[in-house]
Each structure stands twice: as C-alpha cells, then as structure tokens.
C-alpha cells in the first residue's frame, strides 16, 4: 500500500481475517490522542506514511513526500525551502513534530521540510485540524508527527541513488547524489543507532543565457546518533542530530560593479533529546535544539541564532470509565539576528562589522493540558483543554471535543462518523514581532510588528468514512471463490473561523515616502477558512488505486480571496505489484484556483500538473534497485512571468530522472 486515506485504510483482506482471529495487524497511531491505539480507534482522523513508502516517493527528505498525502500542500518559499499547507493554513500554523516534539523553534516560523531526512523514520503521522489542545501554539491547522525507527536488531545498509535534470541541468554532466548509511547494533546492552545521509544537489538553470540560476546548488548532511535500553519496565532513550545545509544560487550583475551577486544560505543544526517512559504509564521527554544560520544575498548576508528548549512530561490513569491523559510543558525559544558588513573606519585592516537587527530575543511559556476519553461500546468521546501562560502574552486557553460514533457493527463493512469542534490559538513568533529583513538594496523591505495579538480560531469538522469491500457496498452476495476489491472511502468537511489571523501586508503610505515596497505583519480582523476533503482507495490483488479531491475557500473578513492556496487539488496514484517482486507506482497531482496577492498584477498560469513514475525490485535479500522519472511533462514556472510580477502557481521544479542500489549488509 502506498498512504492510508482513513483511519482504517491499512487493513488489507489478510489483515482483517487475523484481526477477527485475535491477532490484530492494524497500524498504532499516538498523535490524535498522545496515546498508542490502533488507527481505525482515533477519534481524530490520521494519514499515515511509513518508512519504506517515504523511501519510495522522496529523495531523501520530507518535502517530496509530503506533496503526496491527500489535502497536504507543500510550497517552495523564497529561501528555496519547503514549507506545507493544510486546510488552508500555511506553515507558520501547521506544528511539524519529531517524536511528538517540535522541529525547530517557532522563532523561525514555519520549520523547513527540505531539512527532514527520511532515514530512520518508521513512520508519518499528518493530522489534519486545529490541534492546540495537545500541541499548543502553531497547531491551528494541524500536525505532522515524525516517529523514528525504534532498532530491535543488529542491522546495516547501505543505499545510493543518482539523479539528473533532463531538459534544465546546468551542465550537461551534473549529476545528483544521494548517499544513505543505516546500521544497528547492541552495544553493552545498549541498542545503538547511527543514520547518516548526504545528498549533493547541482540545482538547475530555466535559462542558459541569463545570469540567474533557477534553483540553487545544495549540499545536506545529517547524521543520528542513539543508545535505547528497557530496564524491566521503564525505557531510556539518548538521541543526537546534526544537520548542515549549504545553498549557493546566481542571482544577477550590478552594473559598474565587479563580481556576481549571489543567494547563500548556510546551516547548521545541533539537537539533543532524551526520554524515560514507563509503558504507556508515564513518560518525561526533553529537547535542546540551536538553529545557526547565514543566509541573504552575498551583498546582504544576515546571521541569525534561533534555540530552543522543551521539557514535556505526560502521566496517563484510568478513573472509572474515563481514560485520562494529563501533561505539563516547559518551552524556551531565543532568536539573534544580526546584518552582516564591514565598517567604514575598519576597511583598510578587514574587520568584519554588523548591525545587530534582533538582540537576544527570548520569550518562556508554561502549558498544561487534559483530555479525558469516554468508550461505550464501538464509539468513543473525546474532550480536553489546554492552559497556556507566555511571558509576553499572558495567559491562552483551547478547549475542543472529538467523538468518533461506529455506524455499523461488521468489521468487514465498517462505517465510522467523526466530529470535532473546538478553540485553537497561535503565539506570535519572535520572527513576526521584531523582523528586519532590510532588501533596500533590492527594492523592499519587511518588517516585524511589536503589537502583534494572538491568534485564535473556532474550527468544526465533520468525516464520515466507508471501510470493506465493493461487494458489501453494493449489497452483491458474497460467494467462496470470489474475492472482491476492498474500498476505502472518505468524506471529510472543514469550517474555521479566525480571528487576528497574522499576515504581511503592504505599507502603502511608508512604500509612498521611501519609494520602497514595505510590508509589514499584521493582524487580520477576521478569516474564514472552509472546504471538503474526499478521497477513495481500491485495492485488489497486486494493485492498490487512490483518487482524492480537496476544495477549499479562504477569505478575509471583507469577502477577498486569501493568496497562495489552491481552491481546487487532486490527487491519484496506482501501486502494482509485478511478478519478479517488482513494484511499480505512477502518481499524479494536479492543482488550481489560486488567488494573487495584492502586490501581483495578474494572471500567468493558475494551475499546475505533475506525472511521477517509479519502479523498484528487492533481488534477493541483500540487493535492491530503483529507477523513475519526477515531472514527466517538466511542469514548472516560467522565470520572465514571476519577474514580472504575475502569478505562476507552477512549482520551481524540472524533470528528474533517476536510479539507485541497496544493500544489506546484515
């Protein structure tokens, strides 16, 4: 199977014949309730991506395979990062997690999914919806929990994967690599882990004879370090991360001036985690993240420091009926920033100078939240409320309740209603509030706003979903030696109102006195934000068919469009399995209706295409391979229409054709 499109779309025919025995397969899922339970048990509806999916629709990081999860919108931002859409939030509302703890500080705003290795990664879990209540700020829109891999055994492997941008490489030669190295072994009575991967990417060019370059040369590194080990009853876990990030793109000449002006973008990224968990009795987890970075124009370099510190502990008890969950967070975020050049008196002797923009920033919040699960029968109750108190905003609350109703007793023909309605808040980020991205140089500037106000939204939602086979869908009479394709399908309808939704806007009367184009961040009065989610999944035999729909409608309080979200999406994809133990897997997306911004004058392109093939064969129990092409039709923006000031929804991409080898080691 490729992704699940409901709560209970991992059970193949095979599944559910053991389940009814007593050997339940199905998958666990712990983001819509911070507890295990089995995915078709979530009051809250959850996608998941497992490890072995992820390797098969990316190339190394999350971004790619993100783009592939039904209502999922993944977004290329002006740094040349990803960024991700859901529901009509974008990323400085959607909380991306590791383990059930968040990335990288808000201070940052949305965290950069192109900086997500999926090595090491059992599994993804996207929920959908407002989520302040067990995830706090950032979580209006929803949450991405990445899971890593627990390691049960002495392992290694070894995987490299080659790429080329057909039609748009720079040079004619340049080749992509991707180098990933996985290994395992019980170390003392440790379980220790070492991931590491390296993914050198040359960009590619639109435009052979201008300056400019389309999309940058890239140069990543991550490696993970861990030791596990379960003493009788309570696990300890110790994790290490390092990510750097390299980017260089040519971006244009100054006239009378020598040299080439370039963007650069230079990163790295140190986490430490730990945790102590008793079952599913207990569990304390910490995380120390520092964020360094040097990015900008080469003629307008900025460094900024961003770190953070989180201390979450959770304790689960059963009183009578009610299973409750109660916990309580700690969390520091700090931000410097500071533009980098030389001073005036100092230029003979080299003394680097700067002008610091944001100083030693920090702001400390406190939260603790409940939620209390009621089961009568196949349904379930949920409700639960967060209090939050911020050094800088005081006190925030969110309260929401979930119920998920069984409309059918058949497990082979399972029905299932979820309904949900509740507050959700946002925190303003320190980026948001003191933010000098000073491009005098280049025409603009944005600013940060010191008197931001939260955000907060009151959101509902409605799925009804459909689990069994087509035959007991359309009443047809079972017989012995027939087996009819089993279908999954999903309803599922979205409604928010937001109040102080925080956006940039432009400041048309400073822009009239400077002569430069500045925006601000401001908070808008009111945003509502609705739309409906289908998706239907057939599986038969070797073949596994998905086809969704998302339709959304964002407007501000005055009727206008909101930018930068498609109205229309959708999604489809076929996975065949061949004989030989061959896979093979064509995915399409297709996306339209987005609106232009205010500082747009009008329409290039307002719809987008994107044909993905890939196939890939296990040969024995050591070798693998795999090969595709990404963007058949080559699909992507046209550099003169965003130059001009038009709207282009295609997506800085460009062919890819590519091929790579696995081996196991042991």
């Given at each position: ?609 994107s044909v993905n093939l890939s196939v890939n064969q296990h040969i024995n129990d050591q070798w693998q391979w795999n090969a595709g092409i990404d963007n058949l039709f080559d699909e992507h923006q046209e550099s003169e229409a965003i130059s001009s000031g038009l709207l282009d929804v295609r997506p800085l ?14």
């Amino acid at each position: 199977m490729l992704l699940s499109t409901s709560a209970v779309g991992q059970l193949n025919q095979d599944q559910m014949t053991q389940e009814t025995a007593g050997s339940p397969l199905e998958t666990l899922v712990v983001t819509g309730t911070r507890t295990e339970l089995a995915q078709s048990r979530s009051p809250i509806s959850i996608d998941v991506i497992t490890g072995a999916q992820l390797q098969q629709v990316s190339h190394g990081t999350l971004a790619s395979a993100l783009n592939y999860i039904p209502g999922v919108v993944t977004k290329r931002n002006a740094k040349d990062g990803y960024t991700v859409q859901m529901q009509g939030f974008d990323g400085d509302h959607v909380l991306v997690l590791v383990n059930s703890q968040p990335l990288i500080a808000p201070t940052g705003a949305s965290a950069d999914l192109d900086q997500i290795s999926v090595l090491n990664i059992e599994r993804i879990e996207v929920l959908r919806g407002a989520a302040s209540v067990l995830y706090g700020s950032s979580a209006m829109g929803g949450v991405i929990n990445v899971i890593t891999r627990k390691a049960e055994k002495n392992s290694a492997k070894f995987r490299y994967q080659a790429s080329n941008y057909t039609q748009n490489s720079i040079d004619s030669g340049d080749v992509a690599g991707l180098y990933q190295l996985d290994v395992n072994q019980m170390i003392l009575g440790w379980q220790g882990s070492l991931s590491a991967q390296k993914i050198d990417d040359p960009g590619f060019d639109y435009d052979k004879n201008t300056l400019a370059q389309s999309a940058p040369t890239t140069d990543k590194k991550f490696v993970n370090l861990g030791l596990a080990r379960t003493f009788g009853e309570v696990n300890f876990s110790l994790k290490s991360r390092y990510f750097s990030d390299d980017k260089i793109k040519l971006r244009y000449a100054i006239p009378g001036q020598s040299g080439d002006i370039s963007y650069l973008s230079n990163v790295h990224q140190w986490q430490q985690d730990f945790g102590v968990s008793k079952n599913q009795l207990w569990k304390i987890q910490g995380r120390v993240l520092q964020h360094d970075e040097t990015s900008g124009d080469s003629n307008g370099l900025r460094d900024a420091e961003i770190k953070l510190a989180e201390l979450d502990g959770q304790y689960q008890w059963q009183l009578n009926e009610v299973t409750l969950i109660s916990g309580l967070v700690l969390h520091r975020d700090e931000l410097y920033q500071m533009k980098q050049g030389v001073s005036v008196s100092d230029t003979d002797i080299g003394v680097s100078d700067g002008t610091v923009e944001i100083a030693d920033k920090g702001r400390n919040s406190i939260e603790g939240y409940t939620q209390g699960s009621w089961q009568v029968a196949e349904h379930e109750l949920v409700a639960g409320t967060r209090v939050q108190y911020d050094s800088d905003f005081g006190w925030h609350s969110a309260t929401r309740v979930n119920g998920l109703f069984a409309l059918s007793d058949d497990k082979h023909d399972l029905w299932q209603l979820r309904v949900g309605a509740g507050q959700s808040y946002r925190v303003p980020t320190l980026k948001e509030r003191f933010y000098v991205f000073d491009h005098s140089n280049l025409g603009y500037m944005v600013l940060g706003n010191e008197s931001l106000d939260p955000e907060t939204a009151l959101s509902a939602n409605l799925e009804i979903s459909y689990h069994g086979t087509v035959a007991k869908l359309l009443a047809f009479k079972h017989t012995s030696n027939v087996h009819f394709p089993r279908l999954s399908l999903r309803a599922n309808a979205h409604y928010s109102k937001a109040k102080d939704f925080i956006n940039t806007v432009t400041d048309v009367d400073a822009s009239a006195q400077t002569g430069l184009l500045i925006s601000q961040y401001e908070n808008v009065d009111k945003t509502y934000i609705k739309g409906v989610d289908l998706s239907a999944k057939l599986s038969w035999s070797k073949i596994d068919y998905q086809l969704s729909y998302s339709y959304l409608h964002a407007t501000d309080g005055s009727g206008a469009y909101l930018s930068d979200r498609p109205t229309h999406q959708i999604k489809s994809n076929i996975n065949w399995q061949l004989p030989l133990d061959i896979n093979a897997l064509a995915y399409v997306v297709y996306e339209a209706g987005e609106h232009p911004s205010s500082t747009q004058t009008g329409i290039e392109k307002d719809n987008w295409l994107s044909v993905n093939l890939s196939v890939n064969q296990h040969i024995n129990d050591q070798w693998q391979w795999n090969a595709g092409i990404d963007n058949l039709f080559d699909e992507h923006q046209e550099s003169e229409a965003i130059s001009s000031g038009l709207l282009d929804v295609r997506p800085l991409a460009s062919r890819r054709v590519f091929a790579g080898v696995t081996y196991q080691f042991y």
